[in-house]
């Protein structure tokens, strides 16, 4: 669903499938998950300013050429795996790609809320580092999902009557990114579909 983030996107017999893509090569996609499952464990034990790249590739058993020839920086990896897995979260709730109905866009609203929220979970002490540090990206592929979901078809015309894709995906990604860091700052006083339903009828009237 997101091509910011290369997702393959298969038709079989009209029904729109998602699957993430995955790199040819085996060894890639192995150090790749080596980084990756490096940064996730080093961020719940501490801050993302205070990982070093030295830190990454000691907890992935590599060394810093490999690192490097993967990944510009720790802020390109971080954002990748926050990208991996928002949109494994995606595919978790839609295995087909959704029509977009006002019910979806609540589905879809309150995933998005509860990836926000499993951040903070899982990194308590990182996560406002870690979201700040990051967070142009990750709102960047939230829009990109956003607006490869309206630019299949029509349907976004019905909710949405007069406007634009990009306008569409550009509000309705905003508003989500925004109130979900604001739900977690809050300390969930409302569920997060509480808060969802109240996005979704501004949204869509």
Known sequence: MSTAIQEKVGVDGGASTCKPAEHADPRVRRTRKLLQDAFRSLIREKRFSDISVQDITERATVNRATFYAHYVDKSDLGLSVMKTDMVATVLQLFAQRPSFTRENLLRFSIAMFEFVGGVHDRCP??????????????????????????????????????????????????????????????????????VCREIVAVLVR
């Open 125 to 194: 002490n990182a996560a406002s580092d870690l979201t700040g540090s990051l967070s142009m990206g990750i709102e960047d592929e939230l829009y990109s999902l956003v607006r490869d979901w309206v630019s299949h078809g029509n349907a976004y015309v019905r909710l949405f009557p007069g406007c634009s894709r990009d306008a569409v995906a550009s509000v309705i990604s905003s508003s989500i990114f925004g109130a979900a860091h604001r739900w977690v700052r809050t300390s969930r006083k409302e569920s997060s579909e509480d």
